[in-house]
């Protein structure tokens, strides 16, 4: 396979893909967006919000702003970060703040209870945030304005939008989130449920539920994503419960 046909085959597999149909992935250890390598960013980041954190060096990568900020520059001390549009959301023990990476000035982020678990940031700047008791909220961090975000049916009280990777997208640019709910813990126990969901405005649509663990291969159209249960491979399709096994080991 030629260098050009292995960059392909990456591209295929981006661990990135914006609303305006842009992509970033890794070619070879770099971090590639577009055609333009950020030769600050390696293998070893991992998401943060709309952004990466990198380790080695020690820093953040702002998608929004297509810069890439050192940690020491900021001088951010044991703070969780999550990159969004304008302010950064961060964390230090139960306590969010704004801050804003250009200036290095913080700012309150309203709406919080300091037990809410951040879940994913949208593209419009809102916080998803899980809190207990009341379910998944979209959080407006500079106005406090909370919105409940309805679970699926199978989901209620626990599902949780994926944390801390990626944020997956159909190829219209519609986000996508895993959901999961452990009721192995619950009395007396159900099933572990997993499900992929679109975002449609403040809605979720999503797939039909899998008794187990499952990873996302692709969404090959804007209606159904390809997963995968360590066993087989499924096409689900949101706003249906149907299941359509493609691929099982044999």
Known sequence: MTEEECNAARRE??????????????????LTIGDVEVPELRHGCYPCGLGLE???????YDFGRERYFA?????????????????????KREDYRLFDPDTKAFAPA???????????ILDDGRVAAFRRGEGMLLVAPETGDLTRLAMPPGFEGGGALERFRAPARTPGGRRVFMLCKDGRIESPPTPYLSAYA?????????TAAVEASISLLGCPTDDTVLVHDGRAI????????????IWRVR
Not at 54 to 60: F, V
Not at 110 to 120: H, K, P
């Open 234 to 245: 499924y096409r689900l399709r949101f706003g249906s419960d149907v299941k359509e096994e």
């Open 13 to 30: 597999r981006p661990v990135w893909r914006f609303a305006d149909g842009r992509i970033a992935w890794f070619n070879g250890a770099r």
């Open 71 to 91: 940690s020491r520059a900021l001088g951010l001390r044991g703070e969780r970060v999550w990159i969004r549009p304008g302010a950064w959301l961060t964390r």
């Open 198 to 206: 679109r975002l449609d405005g403040d809605a979720l649509v999503a």
């Open 54 to 60: 990198s380790g080695t060096p020690n820093g953040y």
């Open 110 to 120: 309203l709406g919080f209870a300091g037990e809410d678990e951040v879940c994913a």
